[in-house]
Structures are given as C-alpha cells and as structure tokens.
C-alpha cells in the first residue's frame, strides 16, 4: 500500500481541518491506520489510530474530545477531522498503515509498515 496525505493548511485557534489519507491498493480494509504528527525539534508523538473495519478507535490524551478518525474503506480513505484547533497541534501530520485486520488498534510509530508524505497544519493564536 501507498498513503497519500493531504488537508493540511494555516488556521485560526478554534478553527477546524479534516485531513484526508488516500491509500492505494484493494485490500485496504486489512490494514489498521494511525495518525502522527511531529512539531520541529519534538519527537513524532501519536494522535490517533483506527481498526480496519473502522469498530475500533483510539485517541491520544491530547486531541481526545477534539480529533475525530474515521476510513471509508470503499473509497480507501482515512480521515481527521480536528476541530478546536489550538497552536500546539501546530506540526506535520503524517498517516501511517499496519497490514493487520483485527481489531486492535495501535499507538506506537514502530508498530506501522507504511508511511505518508505529511501534511503541514498551522494553527496560529
């Protein structure tokens, strides 16, 4: 599979985005997706991940109440909608894969195969 990820822009604080993943390949529904994001010199930290069959979802404390993932996997597409934006989401987002279908969900970087490109969100005060 390849990820392409796309969305991403300038906002005001308060202000929404949804981020799009594309995902090649018909077997989309068999991996599990995550969303990362690194700011400049912090490290790439967990946003928020999903299960193959979109049943299971989890969020990192940050973003939990704010952030929304969800896939449509007839058009092999992984979404974040982020609303309430505050400047500390400020960082490049990136979408990841696992060729896994269960339902377990995963948080770690390490645990996903497949990498997007990254997509800049700004969020200014």
């Known amino acids: 599979v390849q990820l392409q990820a796309s969305g991403g822009g300038l906002v005001q604080a308060g202000g929404s985005l949804r981020l799009s993943c594309a995902a090649s390949?018909?077997?989309?529904?068999?991996?599990?997706m995550g969303w990362f994001r690194q700011a400049p010199g912090k490290e790439r930290e967990f946003v928020a991940a999903?299960?193959?069959?979109?049943?299971?979802?989890y969020y990192a404390d940050s973003v939990k109440g704010r952030f929304t993932i969800s896939r449509d996997n007839a058009k092999n597409t992984v979404y974040l909608q982020m609303n309430s934006l505050k400047p500390e989401d400020t960082a490049v987002y990136y979408c990841?894969?696992?060729?896994?279908?269960?339902?377990?969900?995963?948080?770690?970087?390490?645990?996903?195969?497949?990498w997007g490109q990254g997509t800049q969100v700004t969020v200014s005060s």
């Open positions: 390949g018909r077997t989309f529904r068999s991996y599990a």
């Open positions: 990841a894969a696992r060729d896994y279908s269960g339902s377990y969900v995963y948080s770690r970087p390490t645990a996903y195969d497949v």
């Open positions: 999903i299960s193959g069959s979109g049943g299971n979802t």
